[in-house]
């Protein structure tokens, strides 16, 4: 579902993000990204969502060669996945339900549709009561929840999880993994990138990065 | 409902909830570009009740000649063959006015009849009045002169005048006029785009966060721009309404001073409002103004965030 196949990733002459990297995620897996600050996690996340593009080598994602999509064909791409990123990213300015029910209405789906999709997304992530809520009044771990609801309310193939526990304690990391560990369970791909070893316990499959070099777990 | 319709119904409610969140800001905007509106519609307000009476005066030279107080009737018929002659090759039409007739149609069109009774005797000369098709260059001018100079060399004849050149100065002013329109709508057109481009900079910048989201989960290049164009042709729409609605209210004290002065010359000159069609296309123009504005700045903002 996910290939790499020797990416590499400059941004400059001297910054190199990643380097040589060939990996293959199939489908339905649950792998973890794993590697310190600075690894080259999130560009190998941001080349599977084709915010970046490849320096060299072939990223190919539903069948799809990232580096050869072209611009029109990136936002169906990433409608077939679930983003979540480390600072979530809510809108401010509109409450939770509204957060959640924007992938649902920039695909085109009827209002009143994605108000029950994003009701029931709510609902998984055991928010559904806080609907009207807007993101600055809830905790960093139920914010983070919402970015779940908001990623897998498209019903998405692959989730992308960029440092979801980064910034929460670990009951609230916990809940968190608990969600992302529920959607595996009914066949979605997921791949969480953290680097926090304590998350790692008990992973059928990690992958490991260092300098934006593979040093383990690759297929 | 269409997918279609469906996005442009939300990219609408998107550009209505922009308004609804800074109405000031908007209001602003709206008196910002109104203003900039106002002033040529005014002006085509203007045109638009000058034209129709314009048109209506007769652009061809009409000249007249009078006869010395004591030509006879014998003496002024004689010149007509005379009047052919120098009209050789002119498609000119040529009536002679007997002085009774004279004085009959001055008292009916002035109506200073009781006033004409008292002199007594009848003051006005025999005359012919020559209708001249075809003269509108500068060169036929030269002809008119010409023409006129050697009429004013016949026998007993005392004044030639040409009735035509007064219409042909407001016929000219009129044009002058068009033009000077034009070149200021033009250029309160680009103060209008103007100002739209940078009020959709602005709602970019603001909305810098959300672009971003929505392109990341899936939005497309259309999805985000359409809500922006929306606000740029509803800005340029309700600042048209303003700018007719100010200029259709100006229409009434300014008729009262007009027809003031129209009843000087006997007229009921009035400014009328414009057509329902003119309005709805001035409305179109005005919108149609606010999304190009809108399409620059979107055009160009956000390729610098891509």
Redesign the interface.
Known sequence: MIEFHSVSKQYSADATALSDVSLNIEKGELVYLAGPSGAGKSTLMKMIAAIERPSSGRVIVFGQDIGKLKKPGIPFLRRKLGLIFQHQRLLNDRNILANTMLPLLVAGAPKGGAEQRARAALDKVGLLERAKAHPLELSGGEQQRVAIARAIVNRPQIILADEPTANLDRVAADKVLDALRAFHSVGVTCLISTHDEQVLDGAARVIRLEHGQLVGGAL | ?S?WL??HR?AFAAAMSTVR?APGSFLFNVLVVALALALPFAGITLLDNVRPMSEQLSVDPEVSLFFQPGATREQAQSVEPQLRQILQGSHARIVFVPREQALDDLKERSGLSAALDTLGENPLPDSYVMKLDGFSSAADAARIDSIVERMGALPMVDTVQVDSSWVKRLAALLGILRLALLLLALTLGVVVIAVVFNTIRLQVLTQR??I?????????DN?IHRPFYYTGALLGLCAGAVALGAVTLALHPLNGAIAEFARLYASEFQLAPLAPLEVAGLLALSAGLGLMGALLSVQRHLARMR
Do not use: C
């Open positions: 409902m997918p469906r996005q939300f969140k966060e959300e971003a989201v929505s392109k990341l989960l899936g939005a497309t999805f």
